[in-house]
């Protein structure tokens, strides 16, 4: 089975971790210094130095494997012709929602772990015309659903 590729990113990357380690372990040991005959400012300001230059290295990896991630795990296409043009709940957890696909207007349920489609449109049976001010009106969506479900029962 094929690991995703963000996946085997990480899991490449977990492989470097010991090398560091690894090549300190080989090289050989040095004689260390008393304190009293390092130069205090040099080496102090090098260490710093050294430091917040790995700090940004690893900042600048940590921010190209996140857009890397992002890049990867977007689905492609997957919503293309797809258009949602409103939803009204009707409890806590369910609404009802209308959704534009291609020729087609569908009335969907959705509720937690599931979505039943209530009914089936055409584009001029909907005719949502839009609000002339800038206000919407309180229940505007959920009452012109309404008479439309009404309208489609009788006739």
């Known amino acids: 089975m094929k690991a995703p ?11 470097f971790l010991p090398l560091p380690a690894l090549a300190d372990a080989a090289a050989p040991a040095e004689k260390t210094l008393p304190p009293s005959t390092l130069a ?13 230059l790995g700090l940004a290295v690893v900042i600048v990896v940590l921010v190209g494997c ?17 258009k949602v043009l409103g939803a009204a ?9 209308l959704v534009e696909v291609g020729q087609k207007v569908l009335v969907l349920g959705v509720a937690p772990g599931q979505v039943n489609t209530l009914d089936t449109l055409s584009p001029d049976e909907l005719k949502l015309t839009e609000p002339t ?5 309180p229940g505007g969506f959920a009452q012109r659903l309404k008479q439309m479900l009404e309208a489609n029962k009788h006739g």
């Not at 040099?42 to 430091?51: E, H, I, N, P, T």
Request: net charge positive.
């Open 40 to 52: 205090g400012g040099s080496d102090l300001a090098g260490s710093v130095g050294q430091m917040f």
């Open 133 to 137: 001010s800038d206000r919407h009106e």
């Open 66 to 82: 996140l857009w890397l991630l992002k890049r990867l795990g977007a689905p492609r296409g997957s919503a293309r012709g797809l």
């Open 5 to 15: 590729r963000p996946l085997m990113l990480f899991r490449s990357l977990l492989l």
């Open 89 to 97: 709940p009707v409890g806590p957890r369910e609404r009802v929602v």
